[in-house]
């Protein structure tokens, strides 16, 4: 069946290099099996180096040192109310296992080398319960593949897995292509785990199992294309809350260069000594430091729109109701963006608190003159609006005119914009964050049919494995990434039969 292939062996394959394929491949690992994983982007990381970092956890060192007293209980319990409407469809089960695991994955992230502050408070949350990664969220990927290194994991990039392979109706191995097309088989002893992130840039899935509003819709991991979830598939697996995407939602295009806190070694010693300065330094000392993140990675508030600020694409053109669902609309827009345009009125609120243009919860707040001392890409004011037109690139005729409608009636009860000097902030584009819809599980994480019955020999984690589980709210799907991947790399590793545990070895 492999043909010529080249075939590798070992008892445990990991496809994903991201947050849950590491933890299971280290898990899989420390229990004493050979692992190798495979990753289809040039480093290890996924999605979880592209998060802000927090993890939502309970009864970990920092509650503790904040005196406050938690339970898992709680934390299931406002997981409910954190779901809101969508509460009937979670998957029980799995929240279980998820608020039951948070301390021991936290203090685990931290023994390797991981370093978090807070808790910070996240309503309906009853307690601070949001840890966020210093100094950003690839310090994660950095500590969880130096640990898997150390624990002989064979780490393979550049190597993309294109199907599943069973034999006798269970799952043995996986094609893999690299990044010169060659192919190879890469044969587990045990099992496979699955941990190859969401389809939040997969338009045939999305297509399949999401609205059409987000089939095109781009996703800010691009390389989350739902490879795992398309070769489960093709096994009789199925898609739980395919529907449930974060998205589209605007942001501003990314900067040319990495902001500061990403430049950061996610070095223990770096991080350390930034936590104690989130303790021990006045906020004015922090504020340039946090703004450099807050002002690339997040979008705008919708405060912006709701106190008279208009959506305008790349041709001046006014294109949708701010206050309905622009998000959608801006990614109907040539080039997928638009800019958000004010007058000095909202501007000068939009100064200081109460209206800030973006906010990381419970981080800080940013306004609109730390967009203009920090991202001057997309900063755009002038006196005039051919002046701003000139600014943004876009037709100053078509902007004059379409301000002068507006201003003249077409606004109906919203403010006029008639107040000089002028301002764009843009451009915004809308993105899918991620997708909610992962493969149907079992508790052990082994891979479902439809009707229940286990895919011997398959596994899956992270996103791949949320199994219709709700991870709303901030800093839980961190924390299922970690925790389902380790759950999942100890039973492979409890697949592989006694006999046949051995090193990896190539044919
Ligand atoms: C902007 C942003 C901010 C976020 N912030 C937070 C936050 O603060 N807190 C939080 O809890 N969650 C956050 N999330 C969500 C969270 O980051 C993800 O849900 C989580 O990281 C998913 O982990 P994972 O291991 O399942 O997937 P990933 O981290 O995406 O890992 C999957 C890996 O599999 C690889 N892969 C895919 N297909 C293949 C293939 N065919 N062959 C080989 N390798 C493959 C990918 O390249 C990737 O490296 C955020 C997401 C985004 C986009």
Same mark, same amino acid.
């Given at each position: 069946?492999?043909?010529?292939?080249?075939?590798?062996?070992?008892?445990?394959?990991?496809?994903?290099?991201?947050?849950?394929?590491?933890?299971?491949?280290?898990?899989?690992?420390?229990?004493?099996?050979?692992?190798?994983?495979?990753?289809?982007?040039?480093?290890?990381?996924?999605?979880?180096?592209?998060?802000?970092?927090?993890?939502?956890?309970?009864?970990?060192?920092?509650?503790?040192?904040?005196?406050?007293?938690?339970?898992?209980?709680? @934390?299931?319990?406002?997981?409910?109310?954190?779901?809101?409407?969508?509460?009937?469809?979670?998957?029980?089960?799995?929240?279980?296992?998820?608020?039951?695991?948070?301390?021991?994955?936290?203090?685990?992230?931290?023994?390797?080398?991981?370093?978090?502050?807070?808790?910070?408070?996240?309503?309906?949350?009853?307690?601070?319960?949001?840890?966020?990664?210093?100094?950003?969220?690839?310090?994660?990927?950095?500590?969880?593949?130096?640990?898997?290194?150390?624990?002989?994991?064979?780490?393979?990039?550049?190597?993309? %897995?294109?199907?599943? %392979?069973?034999?006798?109706?269970?799952?043995?191995?996986?094609?893999?292509?690299?990044?010169?097309?060659?192919?190879?088989?890469?044969?587990?002893?045990?099992?496979?785990?699955?941990?190859?992130?969401?389809?939040?840039?997969?338009?045939?899935?999305?297509?399949?199992?999401?609205?059409?509003?987000?089939?095109?819709?781009?996703?800010?991991?691009?390389?989350?294309?739902?490879?795992?979830?398309?070769?489960?598939?093709?096994?009789?697996?199925?898609?739980?809350?395919?529907? %449930?995407?974060?998205?589209?939602?605007?942001?501003?295009?990314?900067?040319?260069?990495?902001?500061?806190?990403?430049?950061?070694?996610?070095?223990?010693?770096?991080?350390?000594?930034?936590?104690?300065?989130?303790?021990?330094?006045?906020?004015?000392?922090?504020?340039?430091?946090?703004?450099?993140?807050?002002?690339?990675?997040?979008?705008?508030?919708?405060?912006?729109?709701?106190?008279?600020?208009?959506?305008?694409?790349?041709?001046?053109?006014?294109?949708?109701?701010?206050?309905?669902?622009?998000?959608?609309?801006?990614?109907?827009?040539?080039?997928?963006?638009?800019?958000?345009?004010?007058?000095?009125?909202?501007?000068?609120?939009?100064?200081?608190?109460?209206?800030?243009?973006?906010?990381?919860?419970?981080?800080?707040?940013?306004?609109?003159?730390?967009?203009?001392?920090?991202?001057?890409?997309?900063?755009?004011?002038?006196?005039?609006?051919?002046?701003?037109?000139?600014?943004?690139?876009?037709?100053?005729?078509?902007?004059?005119?379409?301000?002068?409608?507006?201003?003249?009636?077409?606004?109906?009860?919203?403010?006029?914009?008639?107040?000089?000097?002028?301002?764009?902030?843009?451009?915004?584009?809308?993105?899918?964050?991620?997708?909610?819809?992962?493969?149907?599980?079992?508790?052990?994480?082994?891979?479902?049919?439809?009707?229940?019955?286990?895919?011997?020999?398959?596994?899956?984690?992270?996103?791949?494995?949320?199994?219709?589980?709700?991870?709303?709210?901030?800093?839980?799907?961190?924390?299922?990434?970690?925790?389902?991947?380790?759950?999942?790399?100890? @039973?492979?590793?409890?697949?592989?039969?006694?006999?046949?545990?051995?090193?990896?070895?190539?044919?």
């Amino acid at each position: 069946m492999s043909g010529q292939l080249q075939i590798t062996e070992a008892d445990v394959v990991v496809v994903g290099g991201g947050g849950s394929g590491l933890a299971a491949a280290s898990e899989a690992a420390r229990l004493g099996r050979s692992v190798i994983l495979l990753e289809k982007n040039p480093r290890t990381g996924g999605t979880t180096s592209w998060s802000v970092g927090s993890v939502t956890a309970t009864n970990t060192p920092h509650q503790k040192r904040a005196g406050i007293q938690d339970s898992p209980q709680a @934390h299931f319990e406002d997981l409910a109310a954190h779901a809101g409407a969508l509460a009937p469809r979670d998957n029980l089960a799995l929240r279980r296992i998820l608020v039951d695991n948070t301390t021991d994955m936290l203090e685990w992230l931290m023994r390797l080398g991981v370093v978090f502050v807070g808790p910070m408070p996240e309503p309906p949350h009853r307690y601070p319960r949001m840890h966020n990664v210093v100094p950003n969220s690839k310090s994660f990927a950095y500590h969880l593949t130096r640990h898997c290194r150390d624990l002989g994991v064979d780490i393979r990039v550049d190597t993309s %897995i294109e199907r599943l %392979i069973e034999e006798n109706g269970r799952v043995t191995s996986v094609e893999a292509k690299d990044a010169h097309g060659a192919r190879e088989i890469f044969r587990a002893r045990g099992a496979v785990v699955l941990a190859a992130g969401d389809y939040s840039g997969g338009s045939d899935i999305k297509a399949q199992v999401a609205s059409p509003d987000v089939v095109d819709v781009e996703a800010v991991n691009a390389t989350s294309t739902g490879d795992g979830h398309r070769m489960a598939q093709a096994l009789g697996a199925t898609i739980v809350n395919g529907d %449930i995407v974060r998205g589209p939602i605007m942001r501003f295009i990314p900067p040319a260069q990495s902001n500061l806190i990403q430049k950061l070694p996610p070095l223990k010693t770096v991080a350390r000594l930034i936590a104690w300065a989130m303790n021990a330094m006045p906020q004015w000392l922090l504020r340039p430091f946090l703004m450099s993140f807050l002002t690339t990675a997040l979008g705008p508030s919708a405060d912006l729109f709701r106190e008279g600020a208009i959506l305008v694409n790349d041709r001046g053109e006014r294109f949708t109701d701010e206050l309905g669902k622009p998000a959608y609309d801006v990614a109907k827009q040539p080039d997928r963006l638009a800019y958000i345009v004010f007058d000095d009125a909202i501007a000068e609120k939009f100064e200081a608190w109460p209206y800030f243009v973006s906010t990381a919860p419970g981080v800080a707040y940013a306004y609109l003159k730390d967009y203009r001392r920090n991202r001057r890409d997309i900063y755009h004011q002038a006196d005039t609006i051919p002046g701003l037109a000139a600014s943004m690139r876009v037709p100053a005729d078509r902007l004059v005119t379409m301000l002068n409608r507006y201003n003249g009636g077409e606004r109906f009860d919203r403010p006029a914009l008639s107040r000089k000097p002028y301002y764009a902030l843009g451009p915004v584009k809308s993105y899918v964050v991620f997708t909610d819809g992962g493969l149907k599980v079992s508790e052990r994480l082994e891979v479902l049919r439809a009707d229940g019955s286990v895919i011997p020999g398959l596994y899956a984690a992270g996103s791949t494995g949320q199994g219709g589980l709700l991870l709303e709210g901030h800093g839980h799907h961190l924390g299922w990434a970690f925790i389902s991947g380790r759950i999942a790399g100890r @039973h492979a590793a409890f697949e592989v039969p006694l006999k046949k545990r051995s090193d990896a070895a190539t044919h």
